[in-house]
């Protein structure tokens, strides 16, 4: 069960973080310092071997891992025997620690839980960091590790590797462009469904899981595992996790940092003023699927308002089934997203788009590419560092990102509908709904 942080507790724990945002306070990936020559590898440290952790990992082996750390004997023995000659813990914190005058970077990729902690100990050891998303598990954890990171002039990037991908960026020309018009309306959706599980407990760890370690900040609990409806079982490690709040936030943190990133991107969204979600009656400690969140942004500039809606779990926008392609067949795309202008919509996912009426478009003349390519997800966070440049998921992109990915899970939580004051980190119109912005950690463990 989360633990409720008070909200006199929680703004005084915040009131710094307010005060730096009221004065404009941003992070800048362009303030890093240059640590390496373009030719000179760099010593990087992995919290997180399996899985995702080890796509990461690959995805940085280019230069040199240095060392390895995992709660999972199991999996840091598997990389150990790809990374050799690096060093192996089971405590990141140790290793870190021990590490610290050897390493230049660190990669994240623990359950989202450790993220923050995880990510924040990195950076006030002025290291540069990389970490999956959702970037953090609470809204205050993400404005933490964007303000770390710009306090610390640190290149950082969120593992949103489909923002590397050259259809992305060909729809945020195609949009920017004004291909479509003004833009006032987006929706995204994603076919994922995390719910129907419970937590069971009575067995031991096994033995090459250091349970307490893998549970860090979250609340104490014996070994549990996720069992399904259908009385299947599924351990919580390596993934079961994402099905409870206390760990994960469901399909809206699995997928929303990716499909949402696209309208984030294309329409420059940031902080959203009001949030309002729907769906099954919320559970305590496990995640439900077929929510549908309204975010509320205000204009930016001369850019005017804009409503984007979120449904998950089968849920699909309305105006969906109503749209054809050129040959006239509907669009069943389980995922995607759906930009509606002025003067047309466009239709996208992570490899494909389209811009619709069909027949109004049949003779569209597509803007000359002006977004350059990525080098690699993982390559531009490399780069960066070693060139003090910038790159396109920085914590200050991506924290905002995941701040209103993780908005959208309060709202649900609490039932109500959120006015925010992003400057202050404040639910204005519900004290019920501000214990879901942070929590306290357990004993031992701090952000």
Same mark, same amino acid.
């Given at each position: 069960?989360?633990?409720?942080?008070?909200?006199?507790?929680?703004?005084?724990?915040?009131?710094?973080?307010?005060?730096?945002?009221?004065?404009?306070?941003?992070?800048?990936?362009?303030?890093?310092?240059?640590?390496?020559?373009?030719? =000179?590898?760099?010593?990087?440290?992995? #919290? /997180?071997?399996?899985?995702? !952790?080890?796509?990461?990992? %690959?995805?940085?082996? *280019?230069?040199?891992?240095?060392?390895?750390?995992?709660?999972?004997?199991?999996?840091?023995?598997?990389?150990?025997?790809?990374?050799?000659?690096?060093?192996?813990?089971?405590?990141?914190?140790?290793?870190?620690?021990?590490?610290?005058?050897?390493?230049?970077?660190?990669?994240?990729?623990?359950?989202?839980?450790?993220?923050?902690?995880?990510?924040?100990?990195?950076?006030?050891?002025?290291?540069?960091?990389?970490?999956?998303?959702?970037?953090?598990?609470?809204?205050?954890?993400?404005?933490?590790?964007?303000?770390?990171?710009?306090?610390?002039?640190?290149?950082?990037?969120?593992?949103?590797?489909?923002?590397?991908?050259?259809?992305?960026?060909?729809?945020? =020309?195609?949009?920017?462009?004004?291909? #479509? /018009?003004?833009?006032?309306? !987006?929706?995204?959706?994603? %076919?994922?469904?995390? *719910?129907?599980?419970?937590?069971?407990?009575?067995?031991?760890?096994?033995?090459?899981?250091?349970?307490?370690?893998?549970?860090?900040?979250?609340?104490?609990?014996?070994?549990?595992?996720?069992?399904?409806?259908?009385?299947?079982?599924?351990?919580?490690?390596?993934?079961?996790?994402?099905?409870?709040?206390?760990?994960?936030?469901?399909?809206?943190?699995?997928?929303?940092?990716?499909?949402?990133?696209?309208?984030?991107?294309?329409?420059?969204?940031?902080?959203?003023?009001?949030?309002?979600?729907?769906?099954?009656?919320?559970?305590?400690?496990?995640?439900?699927?077929?929510?549908?969140?309204?975010?509320?942004?205000?204009?930016?500039?001369?850019?005017?308002?804009?409503?984007?809606?979120?449904?998950?779990? /089968?849920?699909?926008?309305?105006?969906?089934?109503?749209?054809?392609?050129?040959?006239?067949?509907?669009?069943?795309?389980?995922?995607?997203?759906?930009?509606?202008?002025?003067?047309?919509?466009?239709?996208?996912?992570?490899?494909?788009?389209?811009?619709?009426?069909?027949?109004?478009?049949?003779?569209?003349?597509?803007?000359?590419?002006?977004?350059?390519?990525?080098?690699?997800?993982?390559?531009?966070?490399?780069?960066?560092?070693?060139?003090?440049?910038?790159?396109?998921?920085?914590?200050?992109?991506?924290?905002?990102?995941?701040?209103?990915?993780?908005?959208?899970?309060?709202?649900?939580?609490?039932?109500?509908?959120?006015?925010?004051?992003?400057?202050?980190?404040?639910?204005?119109?519900?004290?019920?709904?501000?214990?879901?912005?942070?929590?306290?950690?357990?004993?031992?463990?701090?952000?």
């Amino acid at each position: 069960m989360v633990k409720t942080l008070h909200r006199r507790s929680f703004l005084g724990h915040s009131a710094w973080l307010g005060s730096a945002l009221a004065v404009g306070y941003h992070s800048s990936s362009a303030l890093a310092a240059v640590s390496k020559s373009p030719n =000179e590898k760099l010593n990087i440290a992995a #919290i /997180g071997t399996g899985n995702r !952790a080890a796509a990461d990992i %690959a995805g940085v082996a *280019s230069e040199t891992i240095i060392a390895l750390a995992d709660v999972d004997q199991s999996m840091l023995d598997k990389a150990g025997i790809t990374y050799s000659g690096a060093r192996k813990y089971r405590d990141w914190r140790v290793m870190l620690e021990k590490e610290a005058d050897k390493i230049d970077a660190v990669v994240v990729g623990t359950p989202d839980h450790v993220h923050a902690p995880a990510c924040a100990m990195a950076m006030r050891m002025k290291k540069h960091v990389y970490c999956e998303k959702p970037l953090t598990n609470t809204v205050f954890e993400a404005r933490t590790l964007a303000d770390l990171a710009q306090q610390n002039s640190l290149v950082t990037q969120m593992g949103t590797q489909v923002h590397a991908q050259d259809n992305y960026r060909r729809v945020v =020309e195609l949009i920017q462009g004004g291909s #479509i /018009g003004e833009i006032r309306e !987006a929706h995204v959706w994603s %076919a994922s469904n995390y *719910s129907g599980r419970r937590l069971v407990s009575g067995k031991p760890a096994p033995s090459h899981v250091d349970w307490d370690l893998w549970l860090g900040p979250a609340p104490n609990c014996s070994y549990c595992e996720a069992v399904e409806t259908d009385s299947s079982t599924k351990m919580v490690h390596p993934f079961g996790w994402r099905w409870f709040w206390d760990y994960g936030s469901g399909s809206l943190g699995d997928f929303g940092c990716h499909y949402m990133d696209l309208a984030h991107w294309a329409l420059e969204l940031k902080r959203p003023t009001s949030i309002s979600a729907a769906g099954p009656t919320p559970f305590v400690t496990a995640t439900t699927a077929g929510l549908v969140v309204k975010y509320e942004h205000p204009s930016r500039g001369s850019l005017p308002p804009v409503t984007l809606t979120w449904y998950d779990g /089968g849920k699909q926008p309305d105006v969906l089934a109503t749209l054809r392609d050129a040959f006239g067949q509907p669009l069943e795309w389980n995922s995607g997203q759906l930009f509606i202008g002025s003067d047309g919509m466009i239709v996208s996912d992570y490899g494909r788009h389209m811009l619709l009426p069909a027949a109004r478009f049949a003779d569209f003349e597509r803007p000359e590419p002006s977004i350059a390519p990525s080098l690699g997800h993982h390559e531009e966070w490399i780069h960066a560092i070693k060139t003090g440049g910038t790159t396109t998921c920085s914590f200050d992109y991506s924290g905002a990102l995941t701040e209103a990915v993780l908005l959208g899970v309060a709202s649900y939580r609490s039932g109500e509908e959120i006015q925010w004051d992003a400057a202050n980190l404040q639910v204005t119109n519900s004290d019920h709904a501000q214990q879901y912005i942070h929590r306290e950690y357990r004993k031992g463990w701090t952000l």
